[in-house]
C-alpha cells in the first residue's frame, strides 16, 4: 500500500483512536470528562477487578487468499499512552506544590490526562510460521516552565507517563484454500496497580491494528463470496473487529477496532475536523460548542490543546460552513451494477451515487419538498386508502419489542403517512385511548408501524362506535 493510502486508512483509525479522548462540552470539570477511555483499553492482567474491569487482550481473525507469491503481513498496532500533566506552583522558598489548575497572565492551565499517539509496526511478517513479539513502550517524565509576561517562574507542568510492556501474537492456518489469519495483542504489565488510575494509565488506550497483505488479498468477512462463506463463518473475533480499509474495492488492507464497522468506512466529507464523538453528529455539538459561555470556553482552552481547537474551529465558522454540516442526501437506488467493483484507478467520486436535486431547497425540511406532503400522503391497507385521520387497529409484528406488543388489538389514528428513500412506507400514529395522544400529537411524538401491521377499521367508523367494529 502506498503512502497516500495509509493515510487514508489512518484518517479513519484516528476517530477510533480518539473515539473517548475528549468528551461533549469538552472540559476537565465535565462530569462525563471524570470517566473517559471506552473503547479498546488493554487493562493490566493482575489489576483487582475491583478497581478496574477491562480485559487485558484483544484478538481477530480474517481471511488472506495467496496470490502464489510468497505471503507475508505487516502489523501495526496503534493506541495512546496516558500521560499525567499535572501543574505545580512555585513557592516564595523555590518549591512547587501540586494545584488542580494555576492562573498565568489571566489564562488557566490545568491538570489533567493527557495522551500520547503510539505505534508499534511490525514489518512483513512471513506466515509460514508463528511470530510471538514482544514490546515495551518507554515511559517517562518531561518538565515544562511556566512564566508570566516578564519571564518570572510562577510554575510549571510535570508530565509523566508509565511503560507498557505489551505482546503481540501472529499466525496462519490454511482454511478452504484461503489462509485464517489471527491475531492477539495482550498487555503484559508486570505490577499490580493499586487504583483505577494507576491501571488506566497502565494500559494502551483506543488499541486497534492495521494490516497490510503482501502476497495476497484479504477476503471481506461482512459479505464475503460465496468460496469463502464457510471460511469466514469459522473466524472468532475478541474484542476486535476486522473490516476492508482504503479505496472502496481494495484488498490490501484491513483495520482491526475495537467497534464494529462496515467495509471501507470513511469520515464524512463535510466533517470539518474531529469533535471526538464518532464524526455522526457534528452539526448538534458544533452548535453546542457555539452556545458555551466564555468562561466554559476558556476552561475548555486550557483542558486539553485538541480541545482548543474545537473551540476556536467552531467560533471561526460561518453560516455556509453550519449549512455544510448538514450532509448531502443521495439516491441508494442510482448505484451501479449489484456486487461490481470501480477500476482501482478510478476516481471513487465518479461511482458514487447521485445526490438528490433539491432546486437549492434544504433537503432536511420536508416543507421544501413540494412531492411529500405527510398530512394528506395516503397508502391502500386491505383495499382501503389510509391517511390523516383514519383510525386503524394495531397488530405489531414486524421486530415488535415489549412496548409494541402492549398496542396489540388496539385502535389508532393516523397522524401522518411517510416515505423513506429507501421506498419505505411508515404510518404515524397516536393511540386513541392514550390519556396523554392530545400532548403527543402536539409534540409530534408519534408511534411508527408498517403498513401490514394495521388494519383499517371499516369505513365510517367513528371515536363513538369504533367498538362496535371487529378486533
Not at 493499586?194 to 468477512?221: N, Q, T, Y
Not at 433539491?358 to 386491505?382: E, F, K, L
Request: include cysteine.
Amino acid at each position: 500500500m502506498n503512502a497516500p493510502s495509509l493515510h487514508h486508512v489512518r484518517t479513519v483509525a484516528d476517530a477510533v483512536l480518539y473515539e473517548g479522548y475528549l468528551l461533549y462540552p469538552y472540559r476537565a470539570s465535565s462530569h462525563k470528562n471524570q470517566s473517559r477511555w471506552q473503547f479498546g483499553v488493554l487493562g493490566p492482567p493482575s489489576a483487582a477487578p475491583a478497581c478496574f474491569g477491562e480485559e487485558p487482550d484483544m484478538a481477530m481473525e480474517c481471511l488472506l487468499a495467496p496470490d502464489g507469491s510468497p505471503t507475508a503481513v505487516t502489523v501495526h498496532l496503534r493506541f495512546l499512552q496516558v500521560q499525567v500533566r499535572e501543574v505545580q506552583r512555585r513557592e516564595a522558598d523555590g518549591g512547587h506544590t501540586p494545584v488542580a489548575e494555576l492562573t498565568v497572565d489571566g489564562a488557566q492551565v490545568l491538570s489533567w490526562e493527557e495522551a500520547v499517539e503510539q505505534e508499534i509496526v511490525l514489518p512483513a511478517l512471513s506466515l509460514t510460521e508463528p511470530a510471538d513479539v514482544r514490546r515495551t513502550v518507554p515511559g517517562g517524565e518531561e518538565v515544562e516552565q511556566l512564566t508570566d509576561t516578564d519571564g518570572a517562574p510562577v510554575g510549571r507542568i510535570v508530565r509523566r507517563r508509565l511503560p507498557l510492556d505489551l505482546r503481540i501474537r501472529v499466525g496462519a492456518t490454511a482454511d478452504d484454500g484461503l489462509l485464517r489469519l489471527s491475531l492477539a495483542v495482550a498487555n503484559e504489565h508486570p505490577g499490580t496497580p493499586g487504583s483505577k488510575d494507576e491501571a488506566i494509565r497502565s494500559s494502551p488506550i483506543g488499541a486497534h491494528l492495521i494490516l497490510r497483505a503482501h502476497g495476497g488479498a484479504f477476503v471481506s468477512l461482512l459479505e464475503p463470496p460465496e468460496h469463502a462463506v464457510a471460511a469466514a463463518a469459522r473466524c472468532r473475533q475478541r474484542r476486535c473487529w476486522p473490516v476492508l480499509a482504503g479505496a472502496e474495492g481494495s484488498a490490501d488492507t484491513v483495520l482491526g477496532a475495537p467497534i464494529i464497522l462496515y467495509d471501507y468506512p470513511e469520515v464524512a466529507e463535510q466533517s470539518p475536523g474531529a469533535l471526538f464523538d464518532s464524526t455522526e453528529i457534528d452539526e448538534i455539538l458544533t452548535l453546542r460548542v457555539m452556545t458555551m459561555t466564555e468562561q466554559e470556553k476558556a476552561e475548555a482552552r486550557a483542558t486539553d490543546p485538541r480541545a482548543r481547537e474545537i473551540i476556536e474551529r467552531c467560533d471561526a465558522m460561518s453560516a455556509a460552513d453550519l449549512q455544510q454540516l448538514h450532509g448531502l442526501l443521495r439516491e441508494p437506488h442510482a448505484a451501479a451494477v449489484p456486487g461490481s467493483l470501480p477500476p482501482l484507478n478510478a476516481d471513487l467520486r465518479d461511482s458514487e451515487p447521485p445526490g438528490f436535486d433539491t432546486g437549492g431547497a434544504p433537503w432536511w425540511d420536508p416543507a421544501s419538498d413540494a412531492a411529500v406532503r405527510p398530512s394528506s400522503d395516503a397508502v391502500v391497507i386491505n383495499g382501503v386508502s389510509v391517511s390523516q385521520g383514519s383510525l386503524v387497529r394495531v397488530h405489531p409484528s414486524r421486530r415488535a419489542d415489549a412496548q409494541d406488543l402492549f398496542f396489540a388489538g388496539q385502535v389508532a389514528r393516523v397522524t401522518a403517512v411517510l416515505s423513506d428513500v429507501d421506498g419505505g412506507t411508515h404510518v404515524a400514529l397516536v393511540l386513541v385511548d392514550d390519556p396523554a395522544a392530545d400532548m403527543h400529537d402536539w409534540y409530534g411524538r408519534y408511534f411508527y408501524f408498517a403498513p401490514d401491521e394495521l388494519e383499517p377499521l371499516p369505513v365510517g367508523t367513528t371515536l363513538e362506535n369504533r367498538e362496535e367494529s371487529p378486533s
